[in-house]
């Protein structure tokens, strides 16, 4: 019997060997998970994620003195209980603050088309400021449910729709831990209950989010305490009945709020215990299995339920204010009201409605942030306001207005005094500048001239010198003024040192000093000073005892003639 075979083989896949590398890869690779960290700063949020990664504060959280980057990241290894093998990769991602620059960046780090199905988000309170817990809450929810959108494509609505199944599908099948061991056949590891009222009414991506309230162990703090030394304000002034029934009040209104959101609802202290069961139920959130197929929900036979490779053992707790425990998928409204009478879970529920829809501001009393803020009053200190904003006047038209009302008052332009020199024509010559005419007064050289005389004991100058020395001074004094230029020539040489002291007179106005016979003029009187000074240059080289100079006859005997 003859086989028939095809006359074309089959080609061979293109790139074969990337192929079955990309197989083993991906058969062998490590799941990644991320928990989101939302709060504002001082919340508690460094504490709680050392505690999701099990890794040790580090010195500077616990002195308080530490640096908030934009987005805080670290990651850990996450290990089964045996710690033989890798579960996962977690990461952590923290955020500082509300504030939109910090959040515009989470969706470049976390694209929620690839990380919508692996990320956990923990939304973390203060109770040291409790007053806050609503406002905040409707800030972190709103912006979770439009960070979850995205860009609205159809591959992210596919993605968005089976993860609203998935959590979906986990708070029906919740089952309260219990040490009873049910039979795997039983009829009631199948049922599927309906949700309650006010469960999952929002959420519409359904991302797993846990609420944790950090610093519970400050609720019970301070018995002594006045308003304002704590968190707690007034709140905390003993154990009485205004105590509890506010403490109650606000779990109630965490607790509602949460049931619409399918979260979970958790008081945590910096115990270690009580941070571990927050990571035990955190991991049981990430390892989530996904909801059952249709095939598997119309089949006859009895299907097993997907068990939680992280399971979490803790019961819920609702009574120690320290360590409370609501798991998401155990709560309902008639749990809620049971914790204190009075408590209307449905107009709560409508309330918190009221404030999401609302775009101008509701009626006094119809929005749940004003219905929480008669229940707990806002005690923290506002910050002071800021200072009016200062507008400055542009520089160019500051100064084109002073160039205007500068150019119009001539006084009060500095390049007035070089537009018109005319005007300061008669005005007196400063210091630096050329010489006016009453420069040539000459009264230090007058000065000089008459102290000169006076410590000469009122003895002529040409009676020191000897006949000959003074027809040699008057030749070469004419000499010298027949070298001079024209102008300086007419003023004469008649002058003598002996007459030097006649020609001193006072300054005429016109600038021209002359004696009162008309000798010589100011000029004159300063030649014949320096000429003085020379005569005097050569008397004193001559020695001290005022010999007159060698005669031309070769008289040297030391005395003057005449003696």
């Not at 928990?35 to 504060?57: D, H, T």
């Not at 300061?424 to 050289?445: D, E, K, Y």
């Not at 410590?455 to 020191?464: A, E, L, Y």
Request: charged share 20%.
């Amino acid at each position: 019997m003859e086989i028939s075979r095809s006359s074309t083989p089959e080609a061979p896949p293109q790139d074969l060997w990337s192929s079955i590398l990309d197989s083993v890869s991906s058969s062998r690779s490590i799941p990644s998970k991320q928990i989101l960290l939302l709060g504002q700063p001082s919340s508690g949020k460094s504490a709680l994620a050392s505690a999701l990664l099990q890794k040790p504060v580090s010195d500077e959280q616990k002195d308080g003195q530490r640096t908030d980057f934009a987005i805080g990241y670290d990651f850990a290894d996450v290990r089964d209980e045996a710690d033989e093998d890798t579960l996962a990769r977690l990461s952590v991602y923290t955020v500082p603050s509300s504030a939109s620059s910090y959040t515009a960046l989470l969706p470049h780090f976390l694209p929620p088309r690839t990380a919508l199905l692996q990320t956990l988000v923990i939304i973390v309170l203060d109770w040291t400021r409790p007053w806050t817990f609503v406002e905040e809450l409707e800030t972190w929810l709103t912006w979770i449910e439009a960070w979850s959108k995205g860009d609205g494509s159809r591959e992210l609505e596919i993605i968005r729709e089976e993860s609203r199944e998935r959590l979906q599908s986990h708070l029906q099948h919740y089952t309260e831990p219990s040490t009873d061991s049910i039979p795997s056949n039983s009829t009631l590891s199948n049922t599927i209950l309906p949700l309650g009222p006010g469960t999952f009414t929002h959420n519409s991506a359904g991302i797993p989010i846990i609420v944790a309230c950090t610093k519970a162990d400050l609720i019970d703090d301070g018995n002594d305490m006045v308003a304002g030394t704590s968190g707690m304000g007034s709140m905390v002034k003993g154990k009485g009945g205004e105590w509890e029934e506010r403490t109650d009040g606000v779990m109630q209104v965490l607790r509602t709020i949460c049931l619409k959101y399918g979260a979970a609802l958790f008081y945590t202290t910096p115990q270690p215990a009580n941070l571990q069961v927050l990571r035990q139920y955190a991991l049981h959130l990430l390892f989530m299995p996904p909801a059952p197929t249709p095939a598997m929900s119309t089949s006859t036979e009895i299907q097993a339920p997907v068990r939680n490779i992280s399971p979490f053992s803790q019961k819920p707790n609702t009574l120690d204010r320290d360590r409370i425990v609501v798991p998401a998928g155990w709560d309902s409204w008639g749990k809620i009201s049971v914790l204190r009478d009075g408590f209307d879970a449905k107009m709560w529920g409508e309330a918190w409605e009221h404030d999401l829809d609302a775009e101008e501001e509701q009626a006094e009393g119809s929005g749940a942030k004003k219905s929480y803020a008669n229940l707990v009053p806002d005690q923290g200190s506002k910050p002071p306001p800021l200072p009016p904003f200062n507008n400055p006047t542009p520089e160019q038209a500051f100064l084109a207005k002073n160039y205007d009302e500068n150019s119009k008052k001539g006084d009060r332009d500095p390049r007035g005094a070089f537009r018109n020199p005319q005007d300061f024509a008669g005005a007196a010559a400063g210091i630096v500048g050329p010489l006016g005419s009453s420069s040539f007064s000459l009264p230090n050289v007058e000065r000089a001239l008459t102290e000169m005389e006076t410590g000469m004991g009122g003895v002529g100058i040409t009676t020191n010198l000897g006949d000959a020395a003074a027809r040699r001074l008057a030749t070469g004094r004419t000499a010298m003024t027949a070298g001079r230029p024209a102008g300086l020539s007419a003023l004469g040489t008649s002058a003598t040192p002996a007459n030097i002291s006649a020609s001193r007179s006072p300054v005429s106005p016109s600038g021209s000093a002359t004696s009162p016979s008309g000798g010589a003029s100011q000029h004159e009187v300063l030649q014949n000073f320096f000429q003085s000074l020379l005569s005097t240059k050569d008397r004193g080289a001559g020695g001290s005892n005022r010999s007159s100079p060698a005669k031309p006859n070769g008289n040297s005997n030391g005395t003057e003639e005449g003696n």
